[in-house]
T-cell receptor, first 118, second 112 residues
């Protein structure tokens, strides 16, 4: 029973290149969330997706960043023309669906993808 | 609010003692709270959660307390063990929303 799978675990890019981070949610989960974490800081929400739909992208930078969760395949977080400030750990989480009747919404996190921009 | 560029608060306890990690949340419309544990190089791991209509919930060696009057959440860990060393984050969910908003985090270190 695999958990949330993220790849690559580590990615090195030079400034101006593109970074693609992939996330396969837990089996049976249809909701995906992306968070960014800088060293010694908390997790900052970026985007929330369901299959083929972006539900909440209030935490996504307006430029260079995009996310998708196609009908088939993993969710992808894409960063174009990376800059040094994009260096961070990017975590994906998944949940089975909407919060349950009591409001609970446990997100299960992957191990993260660590992006280093040279 | 969010803080940028600050080092994590640190709590040091002796092995075997009880630990109390505190968290202040900001939104009175939050209806669900959750604690995560993050070990170095790993993703956050669920510890315990609590709904806003409760003020206490217990798990195995952990207890979460919720004080809605002052918007305060705490995590108590009984008989702290070396494996409890990690960064602990509280997170809140606003009623009607799905995303979790994370707090700053507290680093727990265990002294032998």
């Amino acid at each position: 029973n695999a958990g949330v799978m993220q790849n690559p675990r580590h990615l090195v890019r030079r400034r101006g290149q593109e970074a693609r981070l992939r996330c396969s949610p837990m089996k049976g989960h249809s909701h995906v969330y992306w968070y960014r974490q800088l060293p010694e800081e908390g997790l900052k929400f970026m985007v929330y997706l369901q299959k083929e739909n972006i539900i909440d992208e209030s935490g996504m930078p307006k430029e260079r960043f995009s996310a998708e969760f196609p009908k088939e395949g993993p969710s992808i977080l894409r960063i174009q023309q990376v800059v040094r400030g994009d260096s961070a750990a990017y975590f994906c989480a998944s949940s089975p669906g909407l919060p349950n009747i009591s409001g609970a919404n446990v997100l299960t996190f992957g191990a993260g993808s660590r992006l280093t921009v040279l | 609010g969010e803080s940028v560029g600050l080092h994590l608060p640190t709590l040091s306890v002796q092995e075997g003692d009880n630990s109390i990690i505190n968290c202040a949340y900001s939104n009175s419309a939050s209806d669900y709270f959750i604690w995560y544990k993050q070990e170095s190089g790993k993703g956050p791991q669920f510890i315990i959660d609590i709904r806003s209509n409760m003020d206490k919930r217990q798990g195995q060696r952990v207890t979460v307390l919720l004080n809605k009057t002052v918007k305060h959440l705490s995590l108590q860990i009984a008989a702290t063990q070396p494996g409890d060393s990690a960064v602990y984050f509280c997170a809140e969910k606003i009623q009607g929303a799905q995303k979790l908003v994370f707090g700053q985090g507290t680093r727990l270190t265990i002294n032998p």
